[in-house]
């Protein structure tokens, strides 16, 4: 199983753009990495998914490096709606669900 | 519309008392989950399900079943209740990882329901 290590907190400004790392040190071939976002008293939400080098929605961008065994969530441009716990997760796409793993997260701060 | 919904939002009861969540997902996915996610924010998967299988973490009490009347319900049953129990309980959806591609992870979480056992 691969496990994913983040920070456990960070602290930006309004304006900033954050940018979040996950190590997944034994992540295998066939797993994609994801990222969710979740709000106090709420559930976790999707925030985006890549396999490789980089991907960019409408809320985020990911950058995975060739080798795979780290990648990186960026937000651009936070506001204080941003403050959240942000959680990285390696799985296999075809394989059980039992694989589906959440770290610890990383509770970013946004602060005015 | 609410697309992955839960009741009840609180629930408080006793010790070694039985009580049902209940879960319904109006997303037309196959397969869905119930995490628990306890008082350190760890949020663990403890099933997931279709109509093909149940898959059980290995680390989930006996205790706890999950009950699916159709496709759109999964309810999650607790008999016995222990303090430890406490936490906050989420139950999630998506389509069926077995054929959806790289959106295999893309699950929508319910609201929760917090569980608090005196």
């Known amino acids: 199983l691969a496990k994913t290590t983040q920070p456990i907190s960070m602290d930006s400004y309004e304006g900033q753009e954050v940018n979040i790392t996950c190590s997944h040190n034994?992540?295998?071939?066939?797993?994609?990495i994801t990222w969710y976002q979740q709000f106090p008293s709420q559930g976790p939400r999707f925030i985006i998914q890549g396999y490789k080098t980089k991907v960019t929605n409408e809320v985020a961008s990911l950058f995975i490096p060739a080798d795979r065994k780290s990648s990186t969530l960026s937000l651009p441009r936070v506001s204080l709606s941003d403050t959240a716990v942000y959680y990285c997760?390696?799985?296999?796409?075809?394989?059980?669900?039992?694989?589906?793993?959440f770290g610890t997260g990383t509770l970013l701060a946004v602060q005015p | 519309d609410t697309a992955v919904s839960q009741t009840p939002k609180y629930l408080v009861t006793q010790m070694g008392n039985d009580k049902s969540i209940k879960c319904e997902q109006n997303?037309?996915?196959?397969?869905m989950y119930w995490y628990k996610q306890d008082s350190k924010k760890f949020l663990k998967i403890m099933f997931s399900?279709?109509?093909?299988?149940?898959?059980i973490n290995e680390t989930v009490p006996n205790r706890f079943s999950p009950k699916s009347p159709d496709k759109a319900h999964l309810n999650l049953h607790i008999n016995s209740l222990e303090l430890g129990d406490s936490a906050v309980y989420f139950c999630?959806?998506?389509?069926?990882?077995?054929?959806?591609?790289?959106?295999?992870?893309?699950?929508?979480f319910g609201p929760g329901t917090r569980l608090t056992v005196t």
């Open positions: 999630a959806s998506s389509q069926d990882p077995q054929g959806a591609g790289a959106s295999v992870y893309e699950q929508y």
């Open positions: 997303l037309g996915h196959d397969t």
């Open positions: 399900y279709n109509n093909k299988e149940l898959i």
């Open positions: 034994n992540i295998a071939t066939n797993d994609y």
């Open positions: 997760l390696v799985g296999d796409a075809g394989g059980a669900t039992n694989k589906l793993i």
